[in-house]
C-alpha cells in the first residue's frame, strides 16, 4: 500500500502560479512511477503529468505543456506539479497517482490515489 497527501491547492487569478506537493508513505516511493490528474465538475478525470522511477522522464498533457513541470525528491518521498500561467479551464480537483515501475495515461492503471486537492483559477 501506498498512502498518498496532496497539498498546495487555492484559489489563484489566471496568469499566476501554484505549486502542488505530493507526500507519500508506505512502500518504498522509488520504485512507484507518479502521476497527476485532475477533474473538473462534470468532466472525466483526466492526465496531466507523470515522472518516472528516477525522475528523469516527464510526460505532460498537451494543454498544460510548456507551462507546468512535474518533479520529484525520492529522498524525501514527495512528488511536486508547478502550475505557472494558470488558466480559467485549469479550475479542478487536482489528484495525485502512484503505479508500480512505469507511467500511464489513464487513469485506471493507477491503483493508489490522494484525496485530491482544489485548484481555482478566477478569470
Known amino acids: 500500500q501506498v498512502q498518498l497527501v496532496e497539498s498546495g491547492g487555492g484559489l489563484v487569478q489566471a496568469g499566476g502560479s501554484l505549486r502542488l506537493s505530493c507526500a507519500a508513505s508506505?512502500?518504498?516511493?522509488?520504485?512507484?512511477?507518479m502521476g497527476w490528474f485532475r477533474q473538473a465538475p462534470g468532466k472525466e478525470r483526466e492526465f496531466v503529468a507523470a515522472?518516472?522511477?528516477?525522475?528523469?522522464?516527464?510526460y505532460y498533457a498537451a494543454s498544460v505543456k510548456g507551462r507546468f513541470t512535474i518533479s520529484r525528491d525520492n529522498a524525501k518521498n514527495t512528488v511536486d506539479l508547478q502550475m505557472n500561467n494558470l488558466k480559467p479551464e485549469d479550475t479542478a480537483v487536482y489528484y495525485c497517482?502512484?503505479?508500480?515501475?512505469?507511467?500511464?495515461?489513464?487513469?485506471?492503471?493507477?491503483?493508489?490515489w490522494g484525496q485530491g486537492t482544489q485548484v481555482t483559477v478566477s478569470s
Open positions: 497517482a502512484a503505479r508500480g515501475l512505469s507511467h500511464s495515461y489513464y487513469a485506471g492503471d493507477y491503483p493508489y
Open positions: 508506505g512502500r518504498t516511493f522509488r520504485n512507484y512511477a
Open positions: 515522472v518516472n522511477l528516477s525522475g528523469v522522464l516527464t
